[in-house]
Every structure is written in structure tokens, then in C-alpha cells.
């Protein structure tokens, strides 16, 4: 669906250029994000892998948009540090960080093997944590500063056979809560964007299991991925596809809204009730710190937005 501009109703924005971090920016959300958000009038860094070689044409592609590059791998703590130090040394500072990068996977989960699980969460979780550490030094010297996670829908609901993509994503719900709480009190924000099913190259280049010799046990329903995957690659080829540009616009007014009044959560597209269970776990989560003493850290954000 696409955000229009009644979306901004009651919002108070920013009118200023932001310097901006993207990881995961050679495809997908992260790269229509990063040149949505310089169209915009900010100053974006868009990370990604390989910017010398294999991902040099999308580099280029990302110049000619007005959108600096930076090496940087999330998988890599020196590769992170050296990525974040390029930008603070070209730009001074860094207002906003937006965690993109992420893989896929899905099918049957007992035949994934524990090494591609832990590459998944290495990147989708982990990557998540290195990031923010490399940044928040600098913003808590600045006393403000944004991330922005990128998580999914699927951090809410469960859809079989993408038990482990999801997985990764629930852990992202957690941990954006807690840094959210103790980031509350120095002018940071922290937010969730949840995307629905959209047509990015996540779905082409999902994991598939390694140890497919165990699907078999599965009878009729070890070929139940295939087909929920080629049902939705039919739906991003037909007309009705939903359009990924929703995601992109939803971060930029994110970014340009005034801090201390984003949302927590922010569900883009068909939601299969992960707007209804936001609101559910928002009301609990507010009880569990008032029961602990800490309803303080619940700072201004707390609601969340669907569109």
C-alpha cells in the first residue's frame, strides 16, 4: 500500500538534512532507502560488501544518485569500526543509523545445518549488534542520534517453513526494545520497521537447506516451501505485486520526524495481525516496567504505526 501524506498527521518533522548510515544497501530496500532518503536532501552513507568488485556496478549506480559508499561487512567487527570511522572522518558526525543488512531462508528447518543457521543470525542479529556498538559512542557524545532496524513481520508471527529467518527476526524485537529502554534517557532513538511480504531480492537469494536428505521424512509437506515460495514469486511478477517503495518512504519519514515522538513500531504492508500483537505487547511490556520500577525508561515512544 502506499503512504500518503495524511500519514504525517499530528507528526512533528525536521526540516534539516540528516547524515545517514544504511547498511545492506546494494539491493532491495537498503539501496531504493538510501537513494529515496538522498532524494530527500540528506546525506547518506550506503554500505555494502565487495564495493571494488562484484557489487561495483550498484556502487556506481549509488554514486550517480548523489549517495556516498562504504566498504563494510557486518559480519566483521574490524570491517564495521573501519566503515563507521570513514564516515565520521568524512562527514563529522552521524545522526542516523539504519540497520538493513539481512539474509533468508526458508524451508524445512530441520534440514538446515547449524552452520548456515549461525550464518543467518551473524548477519541479522549480530550484524545489528556490531553495528550499534560502533555508532553509539558517538551518539551519546552527541546526546542524540536514530537507529532504525529493519526487522519483519515475521519477528511477530510465524509462518512454517521460515521458522529460522524468523527466529532472527523475533531476536531483532528484543533486542530494539532493550536498546530502546536504555537508550531512553540520552536522546536516542531506537525503532522497528516490520515489512510485510515484498518483491526484494531476500526471497531469491534465501537460504535453501544443505542437508536436503531429511526433507523426504517429511512426506507431502517437505514440498510445501517450494510452493509457498513460487506462490510468491508469482504474486511479485503479477500486477497486484506490492510495491517495496512503501519501505523506503515509511523510513523517511521515520528519520525526519522530531526525536522523542517516533514510533516504536512501524508494521509496512499486510500485517497478518502483527499490528494487532504490537499493540498487545506494548501494553504488557509497559506493565512488566512499571512492575520493575522502570516505567521511566519507556521514554516518549511506545505506540506503534501500521500504514
Excluded: C
Excluded at 537498503?30 to 529515496?36: C, I, K, M, Q
Excluded at 543470525?121 to 550499534?132: A, E, K, L, P
Excluded at 532513538?189 to 536436503?212: C, G, H, K, M, W
Excluded at 509497559?286 to 511506545?302: D, F, K, R, V
Aim: hydrophobic residues 45%; aromatic residues 6%.
Amino acid at each position: 500500500m502506499r503512504l500518503r501524506s495524511s500519514n504525517l498527521i499530528g507528526w512533528e518533522t525536521l526540516n534539516m538534512s540528516r547524515t545517514i548510515l544504511i547498511t545492506g544497501a546494494s539491493s532491495g530496500f537498503g539501496r531504493d532507502t538510501a537513494e529515496t532518503l538522498s532524494r530527500a536532501g540528506h546525506r547518506v552513507f550506503a554500505s555494502m560488501r565487495d564495493v571494488a568488485g562484484r557489487n561495483r556496478p550498484q556502487a556506481d549506480a549509488l554514486r550517480a544518485s548523489d549517495v556516498q559508499v562504504v566498504e563494510l561487512d557486518v559480519t566483521d567487527d574490524a570491517s564495521v569500526e573501519r566503515g563507521v570511522a570513514s564516515v565520521l572522518e568524512h562527514a563529522g558526525r552521524l545522526d542516523v543509523l539504519i540497520n538493513n543488512a539481512g539474509i533468508g531462508s526458508a524451508g524445512v528447518s530441520e534440514a538446515f545445518t547449524t552452520k548456515q543457521v549461525q550464518a543467518l543470525f551473524d548477519v541479522n542479529v549480530f550484524g545489528i549488534q556490531r553495528m550499534s556498538r560502533a555508532v553509539l559512542p558517538t551518539f551519546r557524545k552527541q546526546g542524540e542520534g536514530l537507529i532504525v532496524n529493519i526487522g519483519s513481520i515475521l519477528g511477530r508471527v510465524t509462518f512454517p517453513f521460515f521458522g529460522l529467518y524468523g527466529a532472527s527476526k523475533f531476536a531483532i524485537e528484543a533486542l530494539t526494545d532493550s536498546y530502546r529502554y536504555e537508550l531512553s534517557t540520552l536522546g536516542i532513538d531506537v525503532v522497528l520497521v516490520q515489512p510485510s511480504n515484498y518483491p526484494t531480492n531476500i526471497f531469491a537469494s534465501a537460504q535453501r537447506p544443505a542437508d536436503a536428505a531429511r526433507v523426504p521424512g517429511y512426506g507431502e509437506a517437505g514440498a510445501i516451501p517450494d510452493k509457498m515460495v513460487e506462490t510468491l514469486m508469482a504474486l511479485f511478477a503479477s500486477d497486484h505485486a506490492p510495491d517495496p517503495h512503501d519501505v523506503a518512504e515509511a523510513i523517511v519519514q521515520l528519520v525526519e520526524r522530531a526525536p522523542g515522538t517516533r514510533p516504536a513500531r512501524w508494521v509496512v504492508g499486510q500485517s497478518f495481525g502483527a499490528d494487532a500483537l504490537n499493540a498487545q505487547a506494548a501494553a504488557i511490556q509497559a506493565q512488566t516496567l512499571e512492575s520493575l520500577g522502570l516505567a521511566h525508561l519507556a521514554g516518549p515512544q511506545g505506540q506503534s504505526a501500521a500504514a
